[in-house]
């Protein structure tokens, strides 16, 4: 999950580089309902810490954890914080563009 846009509201964009805002509506609960199924986390730019302790006070409780090396995120129940790109089944991002061949890429860009 990307951070700022799907987690974070973001609503000033990266204003003075912290974590100002509330999360976005449904944002934990719907973070809780993938952890059910799937190992989760959090890739940003951003520093880690930053981003853990904005979980720790927006989302009391929600178990996380700092993932500092390359490879699959395999911890159930934990919300991973990485700045690192992990393999994924899928990211989620406010930003994002679906690949499916460059003439769409340009198309989209032009």
């Not at 509506?25 to 951003?46: D, H, K």
């Not at 995120?73 to 991002?93: Q, R």
């Not at 679906?98 to 032009?110: A, G, H, I, K, S």
Request: aromatic share 14%; glycine share 8%.
């Amino acid at each position: 999950l990307d951070f700022d846009g799907v987690i974070h509201r973001y609503s000033k964009k990266w204003h003075d580089g912290t974590c100002y805002d509330i999360p976005t509506e449904g944002a934990r609960e719907a973070i809780e309902e993938l952890m059910r199924y799937y190992t989760v986390f959090i890739f940003s730019t951003r520093e880690p810490e930053q981003i853990q302790d904005w979980i720790a006070t927006h989302f009391p409780g929600m178990k996380s954890q700092i993932i500092r090396e390359l490879g699959f995120w395999k911890t159930e129940g934990v919300l991973g914080i990485s700045n690192i790109k992990l393999p994924a089944m899928m990211y989620v991002d406010d930003r994002g563009l679906r690949f499916t061949n460059w003439n769409d890429v340009l198309n989209y860009v032009r």
